[in-house]
């Protein structure tokens, strides 16, 4: 059952408390730039809407309901799959996504619960209060309905106000983006029913899922048509919407609808609701890839247009090897802030988890053990995954050899550019593409900082020691990588982390989306679309070669066992979904990615594994042992369960099947 409010046609006296009470519980001081202000000293809704000072802060409200990516404890997708693993001993670190990879999804108290707005599976099963999506959609609804209202806000001018119409349509949108993702078929709250409405017109219904996608689709034409192509003010309002962004995300929405979960899913052919109402339809809509793939082109023009484009670092005051350089371009690309190619950073979420990222380096730095934890730790599966130096996969690669991956092997002087000179570790990480060296911390692996400590080289490293009884290594109470990897992707390496005293992070707001996203998306949606065009191989190669990677024809055809493989629409497929996983690894998009494709029942049972991280020597820690094996069943996991509650009191909702 979803809340409802007094939708003000009336002109009935409501408290505002009363109405926003939800929204202030969800956490609106975290808010960073514009995001710090909600309706003040308001007795009643209309008030709200008199001046425009007030009325902006009602767009305010309606912002502070954004999902906040940046932090492990609220995003479902960075934990929730199998790239992050947690110590299986230390439950400390466990909350509800985690508990999700664990296979503890349960349909009488949802783990994650984006319905309700209540975030279970704490330290000891603890309640938190979570972004409320229903919530924010309502106060979307009560923000629309004012501000088209031409008799109030009269201090506004008319450019701004279209431009703030658009603002919300768009956040409308992107709430049921993600709740239509999450949940599957959704209810479409378009208007707020009246709170003297009978009783039984309050029970919303789940609608079809071509339903959804067509309104949601709507919505984000018309905020993209009001909302303006850049930020003008980036002083106070980064972060607020803009065209590009509701054209990106409107891109995501149409990949997701083409995509094997929502068209034609066999699996859900009879998932009907209580009047017989099929929700999802059961015959596979090609021309649904043709509208994705001109949504994601028009995404990537308008981006383009505005100026973004792909990182590259490029004011090197440094004079640094061209080796760290590429790795720089990768890590940048997520971690400075502002940079050119995040179309859209959640300035309502600056990333929270560097710490969990970063392990403890070398002793004599910084000694609290409790403040560099790197407890983030990416499976043996992950690290498999990257690509060897020729830019193809470790299993299909005819000129290196993989099978003894466990195989010890000392580093060479030509190598210190990623491991430690005469350092011995597992064949594993030798002969790797650079996204593996800028991505994962591993022992004996180079961990660029700029306050790194000086190795007589033009460049400054640290050196990961994960051993057992080493500074990363297993033996602390609490903090240890359980796999032997750590996740270097997402710590800004300006953070300064080498002093007595405790790190100093240089945060950056979440990227939702990065242009390298979109110009993969848009690799998948012309293959699907035009198999024989040579755009969809384009548009992959401008990705790897920023990633430091010749292209995939020239990759696969000197080194690929499957010389021809991206000549078939499957095997360029194929290519195309292990180069998301490479390049946006991470960053929660692989959790989606795998259920969008209807992979996720073969990848997600597969065996957690890591190196023996009790060992002390290179012979007894490069043992691969296992850590948890998954259980993902097919098609329940694959959407959220709504929860015993809300079915058994609203007499009109479906739960998803398997549930």
Partial sequence: MISITNNNKKRTRYSIAAILVLALAAGI?????????????????????KLRVEAEKYL??????????????????????????????DQNHWHAAFRIAQGQQNVDAPLFDEWTGLRK???????????????????????????????????ITPDERSTWIGEGMFLKAYYLFYMLRMYGPIPLVKENIPIDAPIESTFSKRMPVDSCVNYISSLLDSAAARLPERIQDENTQLGRATKPIALSVKARLWVMAASPLFNGNPDYANFTDKEGVHLFNPSVDAGKWVKARDAVKAAIESA???????????????????????????????????????????SQMYFANQAL???????????????????????????KMFYTKNGVPIDEDKTLN????????????????????????????????????????????????????????????????????????????????????????????????????????????????????????????????????????EYLDKVRERAGLSGVVTSWSQYSTNPTKYASQDGLRKIIHHERGIELVFEGQRF?????????DEELNKDITGWNITGKTADSYYKERLIFSQNFVAPRDYFWPIGNYDTRRNLNLVENPGW
């Fill in 357 to 383: 990222c970063m392990p403890p380096m070398e002793r004599g730095s910084n000694t609290d053990r409790g403040t560099l934890q790197g407890v983030w730790a990416p499976p043996i599966k992950i690290a």
């Fill in 121 to 155: 599976g704490g330290t000891g099963n603890t309640r938190f209060d979570h972004q409320k999506m229903w919530v924010g959609i309502r106060n979307c609804n009560i923000f629309l309905e004012n501000i088209t209202d031409l008799n109030k806000v009269p201090d």
């Fill in 29 to 49: 001081s975290s808010c960073k730039k514009y995001l710090d202000v909600v309706p003040d000293n308001v007795a009643v809704l209309e008030n709200a809407f």
């Fill in 402 to 537: 993989f099978n003894n991956y466990e195989q010890l092997r000392t580093a060479t002087t030509d190598e210190r550019y990623y491991i430690e000179p005469n350092f011995v570790t597992a064949r594993l990480n030798f002969d790797r593409e650079p996204r593996f060296y800028a991505d994962l911390g591993f022992d004996g692996g180079v961990w660029y900082q700029k306050d790194g400590n000086s190795t007589g080289s033009d460049i400054n490293t640290f050196y990961v020691k994960a051993k057992n009884t080493e500074r990363a290594g297993f033996g602390h109470y609490i903090n240890w990588s359980e796999t032997g990897y750590f996740v270097k992707k997402l710590v800004s390496w300006e953070s300064t982390t080498n002093s007595t005293s405790s790190p100093t992070w240089r945060s950056y707001p979440w990227p939702e989306m990065r242009m390298a996203d979109l110009y993969l998306l848009y690799a998948e949606a012309v293959n699907e679309v035009d198999p024989a065009s040579s755009v969809a191989i």
């Fill in 304 to 346: 383009e247009k505005n100026g973004f484009a792909l990182y590259k670092y490029t004011n090197d005051v440094f004079n640094l090897n061209a080796a760290t350089k590429i790795q720089l371009n990768i890590r940048n690309a997520m971690t400075q802030k502002w940079n050119v190619e995040h179309v859209w950073g959640n």
């Fill in 592 to 600: 989606w990615d795998l259920r969008r494709w209807k992979e996720a």
């Fill in 60 to 89: 305010f409200t309606c912002y502070s309901y954004m999902p906040k990516n940046g932090d492990g404890w609220y995003n479902a997708a960075l934990t929730s799959a199998d790239e992050i693993w947690y110590p299986q001993t």
